[in-house]
């Protein structure tokens, strides 16, 4: 994962789920790719780009 893929993952995660930054900083990385993942198949049910 690019450092790019990081900073536009945690934007998902604030913008989607309103995480703060703090949240994302304290989660493991495995979390956080799980949640990552959970926005974007969100999104895309809803007919969103994700």
Do not use: K, N, T
Not at 29 to 46: K, M, N, S, T, Y
């Amino acid at each position: 994962m690019r450092d790019g893929d990081l900073w536009a993952g945690a934007a998902l995660l604030a913008r989607w789920f309103r995480f703060q930054p703090s949240e994302i900083d304290s989660l493991e990385v495995a979390d956080f790719l799980r949640w990552v993942r959970l926005a974007r198949e969100q999104i895309r049910d809803e007919g969103g780009s994700g």
